[in-house]
């Protein structure tokens, strides 16, 4: 793909997605979980148990929603209606993967939702102030490629059940067989240190804790192991590239172009 | 089958059968229906071949469900076929391979490409990226496009603001803008009006005369299939029955002629009966249906027996004669 497609794509991708700001700002306020979470655990001090002050469980829930902002993926959803709608047959006769302009549509929507995210994080700090901090450069920088890193387990995670629309035609429902797991185990609704370390060997071998907890952790500053962490996001793209690239060749033989 | 080099679309034996599941209503049907489903296979196409050759229109006729769009979407590669072979511009078709992808377009009356909340403009060059035109190659293209399918400043404004027609003759230009050498239309004027039915009709026409394109068709509109393709392929419950010449295929299905007479006196209804089969009548106006082996000779008596003031010959309508045809599924 050339680097004019790439472009254009997300020049496209992102006026469509200015049209709609208003939707993209109320996007960005549901993703709130991250502080319910945190006014939950800091009522219930809770910290001391998660090996965590209660400036460090702050730091740690604002940067899981600013990561959770940056890798939040509904291809599922937006593949199954184009596959239900026929709106996927014109994609598929163009000579560009499908999968590409959702990649494209999800990256533009990161862009719209920068400003929101930025707004929230300064509430955030005025509303607790204590918990303010910068992350220094070479932290920014790491926690910003595992948080795209994270972006591409997810959207190749999502991918995969979308690419079951070819069988089953609701694959939606079973994105809650991933959003489940990923709700407890990705570092979402309770921080991974929380955990005992039977279950937290366990969720390690999961792609889970690296979409959440690793970036989040490199973020807010928190001790993490990079080197292992990177090493497991690039494992698991790996692995998934692969796969989706199978079950999609195997899926659009069984296509039908319904309501096309 | 043998292989002509003239021959740009080469259809096999080709068969397309769709697994489905029945239901029954309630809800005992429903829980039959979760563990034990018993599905089958329904035939769309069954064992249909035929060729095409560069430059042709060619319309496909045939009933709500009778295969058309089913044989379409395999001559595009959108969907595998069961069985058979298809070959187009020398490609596998299901392979969609890139080289294939840009021979060819598809385009569907009730389905758009183009961004619902942008204007058509964006989607073009979105089009023109993923096809490799430079900005000059599109800027040109676009201008060409737009020129002939008579759009100008709609381009600019967002899809949800155009008419229908407007949006139409948009996603007809998004369609055409990598000149593709083969369309495949699936009811391109489905829902539009009149003129902008012809609008679309004489751009077809003018784009296959210009580029030499071969164009397959799908309409529910005769007048799409009379103005614009000489061959039809006639298909009733995924069979071929009728592969050829639109005029004979008309001929064949109505071998009469339809006489209508304004007279300038009145006349009674027996005085006709001789001379052809009476579909209307009254006291100064008839309308017969005449073979037309004695179509010449009907006139002239006609002529000298009555004081006529105006004589009209036509052919009974096409639209009915095709719909007969589809519920009969057989030529004579």
Known sequence: MSFKVIKTLLTTQYAYMLEYRIEIALWALSGVLPFIMFSLWS???????FGLNDIGLARYFLSA??????????????????SLSGRLSPYLLQPLHPLLRYVAAHLAEQATRLPFAIAIAITFFILNPSSFWLPSL?????????????????????????????????SSSLERLIFVPYLFLSGLLVPLSAFPSNVLKIAMLTPFPYLINFPARILAGMPVDIFNGFLAQIFWISILIPSVNILWKLGVKRYTAMGA | MPNNPSDLILVDQISKYYRVANKQPGFKGTLKHFFDRKTYDVPAVTDISFKITRGEIVGFLGANGAGKTTLLKMMCGLIHPSRGLVDVCGFSPQRRQTAF??????????????????????????????????????????????????????????????????RMKSEILAALLHKPSVLFLDEPTLGLDVNAQARVRSFLSEYNKITGATILLTSHYMADI???????????KGKLFYDGDFDSLANSLSPSREVKVELKNPCSKDQ???????????????????????????????????????????????????????????VN
């Open chain 1, 43 to 49: 009522q219930n001090d809770v910290g001391n148990t």
């Open chain 1, 65 to 82: 929603f600013l990561v959770r902002q940056f890798s939040v993926v509904w291809v599922v959803f937006s593949f199954e209606e184009d």
């Open chain 1, 138 to 170: 070479p932290q920014f920088f790491l926690a910003y490629l595992s948080t795209h890193l994270a972006f591409s387990i997810a959207f190749l995670l999502q991918s995969l059940v979308a690419a079951l629309c070819f069988w089953t035609e609701k």
């Open chain 2, 101 to 166: 992808l840009k021979e060819i377009t598809l385009v569907m009356g009730q389905k758009q490409q183009l961004i619902w909340d942008l204007p058509p403009m964006d989607s073009l060059y979105v089009n023109a990226a993923v096809y490799g035109l430079s900005d000059y190659e599109a800027k040109v293209r676009i201008n060409e496009l737009a020129d002939m399918l008579e759009l100008g400043e709609e381009l600019t404004r967002p899809v949800r603001k155009l008419s229908l027609g407007q």
């Open chain 2, 226 to 236: 009379t103005a614009l393709c000489p061959r039809v392929i006639c298909i009733h």
């Open chain 2, 272 to 330: 006709f009966e001789k001379y052809g089969e009476i579909q209307d009548f009254n006291d100064r106006f008839i309308c017969l249906l005449v073979s037309r082996d004695k179509l010449t000779e009907v006139v002239s008596k006609l002529l000298t027996d009555f004081d006529i003031i105006d004589l009209e010959i036509s052919d009974p309508p096409i639209d009915q004669l095709i719909g007969d045809l589809f519920i009969k599924g057989e």
